[in-house]
């Protein structure tokens, strides 16, 4: 199959838009298991990491401290400036590198590679070839993905009012491990479902981190419909709200293996 039209330079591209890049900081952050996970993947002998797509380096801040060297790359300047303010931005082992990954200038071999749900934009038959030819032996490719609320009574409510207000119309749901594997580009070795963690944050600020997609950004939905679309959810989450706190699970997938 094609990839779904969805994933073209236009939605991509706004992820390069200030708005998203400072909202993105309201996103759950990745646990303590995540970050576990993905250090145990590493090859012993090798610990420098590639976090591909890294966006404001959520996963690439919590790993520098544990490893020689962090190569973050994303192709979003906004995304890097932002990541660069954040807790743990300014640490000595991340290099920060704004560049599409397929063109970037790296600095092999790496004990892991990690992509976030920014291998979705990305050229898979050219970054998968490329992350097989910079992994390290014993090296593993990890993709890590999952931030948003998970077994939620208002989920059904959450997906319908995006449907209806998201600007990404030609959506189409897929499952992108199983295509990479089906184009002969990535072998699965395993898969790992982390603890879900219980996020508290304020409604205003889970609003905020909604804005913070693609599909949901407010310069492609305009102020007055991202407006709109606040007071809607507003009104779905206050119910389950304490003095305008929610607190809801979040999980991570991690899925490991080979690029072909």
Known sequence: ????AHLNSENASRFKLKSVAELYEHRAPYSAEVVETL????APDCLSV????CGPGKLARELAPHVKRVDAVDFS???????KQQNGG?????FWQCSPIETAELQPKYGLIVAGASLHWMDWDVVLPKFGRHLASGGTFAIAGGDAPINVPWADQR???IADYSTMKDFQWFDMVAELEKRKLFKVEDIKMCQPVEITQSIDDFLKAEHSRSSLSIEAMTPERAAEFD???RAILEPYAKDNIITYPVSTKITWGKPI
Not at 39 to 42: E, I, Y
Not at 50 to 53: I, K, N, R, S, V
């Open 1 to 4: 199959m094609s990839k779904p």
């Open 39 to 42: 250090l145990d993947l590493m």
């Open 50 to 53: 590639l976090d591909a797509g």
């Open 77 to 83: 300047a906004e995304m890097i400036q932002a990541g």
């Open 90 to 94: 300014d640490h000595p082992h991340i």
């Open 159 to 161: 997906r319908n009012l």
């Open 231 to 233: 007071h809607k959810f």
